[in-house]
Structures are given as C-alpha cells and as structure tokens.
Nanobody
Framework: QVHLVESGGGLVQAGGSLRLSCVAS????????MGWFRQAPGKEREFVAA????????HYGDSVKGRFTISSDNAKNTVYLQMNSLNPEDTAVYYC????????RGQGTQVTVSS
C-alpha cells in the first residue's frame, strides 16, 4: 500500500508562486512516475507533470510548461512541484499519484489564484 500526502497549497495572487510537496510512504514504485494532476470544478482531470523516482525524466502538460518545475528528493520520498507565474486558470485541487496507471493518489491540496 502507498500513502501519499500533499501539502503547500493556498491562496496566491496572479503572478505569484507556490511550492507543493508530496510525501510518499509505504511501498514505493521506483520504476514508475510520480505525477501531479489537477482538477477544477466542472472540469476533467488534467495532467500537470511527472517524474520518475529512479531516473528523473520530467514531463509537463502543455499548459504549465515553462512555469512549473517538478523535482524529487528520493532520500525524503518527496516530490515537489514549483509553480511560478500562476494565473487564475491554475486554480484547482492538485494531487499526486503513482503506481501502475497512477492507481495510488493523495487527497489533494487546494490551490487558488486570485486575479
């Protein structure tokens, strides 16, 4: 079983920054990606970014490329999402997920960007 806990969300003005953290415990999946997703009310889940625990190799969704950076600290079993130049369209619940088919996911953390 994998337990994922996100933190770092909050309210920020447009143009601001936030850093999200996702701490993993229990079984780890070194050969899988740890991904960040987001979902806004009334919208479908959107892929944000992903990184492989063992090899890095970050990937980003088109809407966040150049603004968001994903990184990992394997010693701490933690993945970060640095979000810069935030805009109101980034408002959503952000959650991390891992495992085959991103089966395991956390509860999420709310990010609200005011205009």
């Amino acid at each position: 079983q994998v337990h994922l806990v996100e933190s770092g969300g909050g309210l920020v003005q447009a143009g601001g920054s936030l850093r999200l953290s996702c701490v993993a415990s229990g079984r780890t999946f070194s050969s899988y990606y740890m991904g960040w997703f987001r979902q806004a009310p009334g919208k479908e889940r959107e892929f944000v970014a992903a990184i492989m625990w063992s090899a890095g190799s970050p990937h980003y969704g088109d809407s966040v490329k150049g603004r968001f950076t994903i990184s990992s600290d394997n010693a701490k079993n933690t993945v970060y999402l640095q979000m810069n130049s935030l805009n109101p369209e980034d408002t959503a619940v952000y959650y991390c997920a891992t495992g085959p088919g991103y089966t395991y996911r956390g509860q999420g953390t709310q990010v609200t960007v005011s205009s």
